[in-house]
């Protein structure tokens, strides 16, 4: 699994410096393989209950697995002198959303100002917002991968028919607000 490199810094940068720059994409592969660990101890908790998906008592189970990892993260690296997360509370909640909730999408379907998403590839994310269609520019998925998976999950029971010479579907999302 690649993770995209940090943006280059050369003349003005949309991102700030090359510390920022750098600081946020060690957080996101740092976040990645938090994820990945904790999805594992997830499938276990639920596997082991037999649940498809879970209630309320386990989803809180989860949320303290996801916080206890992050907080562990953070002090073996603070007894280590390493760099820590910058963003500790944020790294537990997109972990705690991508395994679910709706990913990097879960921010935009609760913003009661935004009508749409649209998902275009992994970089090419956009919104309709007071009736305009925009580019999110800070929200991409890593991988093609990862959304993919995302929209096999989404749609559950019709994923069978979603392929990927066929990449398109429109299931009502369980989110939606009329």
């Known amino acids: 699994m690649a993770i995209a490199p940090p943006p280059s810094n050369s003349g003005a940068s949309r991102t700030g410096s090359s510390r920022t720059a ?33 209630g309320p008592q386990e989803e809180e189970q989860i949320r303290a697995l996801i916080r206890d990892r ?17 963003d500790a509370n944020g790294v537990a909640e997109r972990i705690f959303n991508d395994l679910l909730r709706l990913g990097l999408l879960e921010p935009l379907m ?10 275009n590839g992994p970089g090419r994310v956009f919104v309709v917002q007071d009736g305009r269609k925009r580019l999110v520019d800070d929200l991409f998925f890593d991988e093609d991968e990862d959304l993919r998976a995302l929209v096999k999950r989404l749609i559950g029971p019709l994923a069978s028919a979603w392929t990927s010479p066929r990449p398109w579907s429109t299931p009502p999302c369980p989110t939606a607000r009329a």
Do not use: W
């Open 70 to 86: 992050v907080a562990s993260y953070q002090r073996e690296h603070a007894e280590m002198n390493q760099p820590l997360l910058s």
């Open 22 to 54: 750098n600081r946020a994409y060690a957080d996101r592969a740092t976040e990645r393989e938090l994820r990945q660990a904790i999805r594992v101890e997830v499938d276990r908790l639920l596997a082991d209950r037999q649940l498809l998906a879970p």
């Open 110 to 119: 609760r913003d009661d100002r935004i009508e749409e998403v649209t998902c």
